[in-house]
C-alpha cells in the first residue's frame, strides 16, 4: 500500500475518533506519511521522540489496530486496568480516611504512592505516581466549598421558571433588571499562583493591619452598568442608602432587583422603604445559591484584578483601585455581559 493510500485510511480515522489520545497516535501517523520527521512530530503533539515513534513503529507493524490503546506503544504498565480503575475512582470519589490511611482527608503523591503499595504491592516513585495519575485523567487542583444546605429543586425553579418569567417582561412591564450583592474587600484578601522565576517566590509585603471596604453592589442584566457604594458596615441603614444610589441611577421605570435572603434585606425598615418606592420590587433567591446571583462573578473579577497579591498599607488606597476598576468595567458594557451575564 502506497502513502497516498494510507492517507486516505488515516485521514478519515482521524475525523471519526472521540478519543483523544487515539486522536493523538492517528494524527502522529498522518505526520508521518506527510513527510514530517520524528522530532517535528513529538513537539507538535507535545509528547517525547520516544513515545512518538513508538506510535510510528506500532503503525508501521499493525498498521491503525496497532494503535489502539491495547496496544502500548511505549513501556507496559504497571498496573492492570483494573487496578488502574480502582486507584482512578478511590482518588476521585474517596478520601484517604475513607481507605484506611487514617486522618488524613486529602490526596497527595505520597498517599497515592502508599495506597498502591499496599493494595496491588507496586512502588512508585513521586514523579511516576504524578505520570500515572494525570495519565488517568486526575490533576492537581484546589478543592471548592459547595452549599450542603442549597435546595436543587428551588435552584431549578429559579433558572427554569422564575428567571425566564422576569426577562419575557422586560421593556414591558420591567425596565430594569438587576443582581445586587454585598462583598468584603479586606488589605490582606489572598495570595494566588503567580508566575515568577524558578527557585524564587514572590513576596508580598504587609503592615501588620486588616482593615478592608465594604461594598453594596448592583450588576444590570441588560446594559452591564454596575453601580456600587463603599461604606464601613453592612447594615439597615447603609443598605438603604445603596437604594438610594439605584434609585438615583434609573429614576423611571419599574425596577427589579434580584438578591440573596441576607437579614438586612427582610428587615422591617426595608420592607417599609419598598412600601414608599413602589417601582422597585424585590425577587429573592433560593436559599445558598452557588453561582445564580450573577454579580458574584464581578466580586471575583475585582478581587483578582485588585487585591490578590498585594498588600494596601492605606485604607484610601483600597478604595481609589476599587473605583478604578468600576470606572473601567462601566466603560466596558459588552466585556461585562459576555463575561456575566451571557451564562443565564
Known amino acids: 500500500m502506497g502513502i497516498p493510500e494510507e492517507k486516505h485510511l488515516v485521514e478519515p480515522a482521524l475525523r471519526e475518533i472521540s478519543d483523544k489520545r487515539m486522536y493523538e497516535r492517528y494524527l502522529a501517523v498522518l505526520h508521518r506519511l506527510e513527510g514530517r520527521t520524528i522530532k517535528d512530530i513529538s513537539k507538535m503533539i507535545k509528547r517525547t521522540e520516544k513515545t512518538t515513534a513508538g506510535y510510528i513503529h506500532s503503525y508501521e507493524r499493525e498498521e491503525l489496530e496497532g494503535l489502539s490503546l491495547g496496544h502500548s506503544p511505549g513501556k507496559p504498565h504497571r498496573l492492570m486496568d483494573e487496578q488502574e480503575r480502582i486507584l482512578a475512582n478511590t482518588v476521585a470519589n474517596k478520601r484517604p480516611v475513607d481507605v484506611g490511611i487514617e486522618a488524613k482527608y486529602t490526596w497527595t503523591l505520597k498517599l497515592a504512592m502508599l495506597f498502591v503499595e499496599r493494595e496491588f504491592g507496586e512502588c512508585y516513585t513521586e514523579k511516576g505516581m504524578s505520570v500515572l495519575l494525570h495519565r488517568l485523567g486526575l490533576s492537581h487542583t484546589k478543592a471548592t466549598y459547595t452549599m450542603e444546605l442549597a435546595n436543587p429543586e428551588e435552584q431549578h425553579t429559579f433558572t427554569s421558571k422564575t428567571f425566564p418569567a422576569l426577562k419575557k417582561l422586560m421593556k414591558q412591564e420591567i425596565e430594569h433588571l438587576l443582581?445586587?450583592?454585598e462583598c468584603m474587600i479586606r488589605a490582606y484578601q489572598s495570595l494566588q499562583y503567580s508566575w515568577f522565576p524558578v527557585g524564587a517566590q514572590r513576596r508580598i509585603p504587609t503592615y501588620g493591619r486588616h482593615e478592608g471596604a465594604k461594598l453594596f453592589g448592583a450588576l444590570n442584566y441588560e446594559t452591564g452598568q454596575v453601580l456600587?457604594?463603599?461604606?464601613?458596615?453592612?447594615?439597615?441603614?447603609?443598605?438603604i442608602q445603596f437604594l438610594d444610589v439605584v434609585l438615583k441611577a434609573y429614576p423611571t421605570?419599574?425596577?427589579?432587583?434580584?438578591?440573596?435572603?441576607?437579614?438586612?434585606?427582610?428587615?422591617?425598615?426595608?420592607?417599609?422603604?419598598?412600601?414608599?418606592?413602589?417601582?422597585?420590587?424585590?425577587?429573592f433567591l433560593p436559599k445558598y445559591p452557588p453561582d445564580l446571583n450573577l454579580i458574584e462573578g464581578l466580586w471575583k473579577w475585582l478581587k483578582s484584578d485588585v487585591v490578590h497579591n498585594v498588600f494596601y498599607k492605606k485604607f484610601y488606597h483600597i478604595r481609589i483601585n476599587v473605583a478604578a476598576f468600576m470606572k473601567r468595567v462601566n466603560k466596558k458594557p459588552v466585556e461585562v455581559i459576555d463575561r456575566l451575564c451571557i451564562r443565564m
Do not use: C, P, W
Open 179 to 181: 443582581f445586587e450583592d
Open 253 to 283: 421605570g419599574k425596577r427589579v432587583m434580584i438578591l440573596d435572603n441576607g437579614r438586612i434585606h427582610h428587615a422591617a425598615e426595608v420592607r417599609n422603604y419598598l412600601k414608599q418606592h413602589t417601582r422597585l420590587q424585590f425577587v
Open 228 to 239: 456600587y457604594r463603599d461604606g464601613e458596615r453592612y447594615d439597615t441603614s447603609a443598605f
